[in-house]
C-alpha cells in the first residue's frame, strides 16, 4: 500500500484498537496516515446524501450528514460520561 502525505513525519506511529470476529479489542500500531478519521468511517455508513445536479445542494448534504456523526459522538461521549458518575 502506498500512502502520501504531506501532514505526517514517517516516524509518526499511532496505535489503533480493533475487535475481532469474538468481540475482543486488540491493539495495533500503524503509521498516523493510515488511522482512519473516525467521522469519515461514520459517515460512510450513515450517509442521507442523494445524487443531485447543483452542487450547493451536494454541500447541504455533507454538511446535514456531518452534523449527524458529529451529534452521536457527542452522544456516546455524554452516555459515557454519565455512566461514570
Known amino acids: ?3 502520501i502525505s504531506n501532514m505526517h513525519n514517517t516516524e ?3 496505535t489503533v484498537e480493533r475487535k475481532d470476529k ?4 486488540q ?3 500503524c503509521p498516523t496516515p493510515i488511522r482512519v478519521d473516525m467521522c469519515d ?4 455508513v450513515y450517509f442521507v ?4 445536479r447543483w452542487w450547493w445542494v ?12 458529529s451529534y452521536y ?8 460520561i454519565s455512566s461514570t458518575k
Not at 446524501?49 to 443531485?52: A, E, G, V
Open 1 to 3: 500500500m502506498v500512502v
Open 58 to 69: 451536494k454541500i447541504v448534504y455533507y454538511l446535514l450528514d456531518a452534523s449527524i456523526v
Open 49 to 52: 446524501s442523494w445524487k443531485s
Open 73 to 80: 459522538v457527542l452522544y456516546k461521549e455524554t452516555v459515557k
Open 12 to 14: 509518526n506511529v499511532s
Open 27 to 29: 491493539t495495533f500500531t
Open 41 to 44: 468511517q461514520l459517515m460512510l
Open 22 to 25: 469474538y468481540g475482543n479489542k
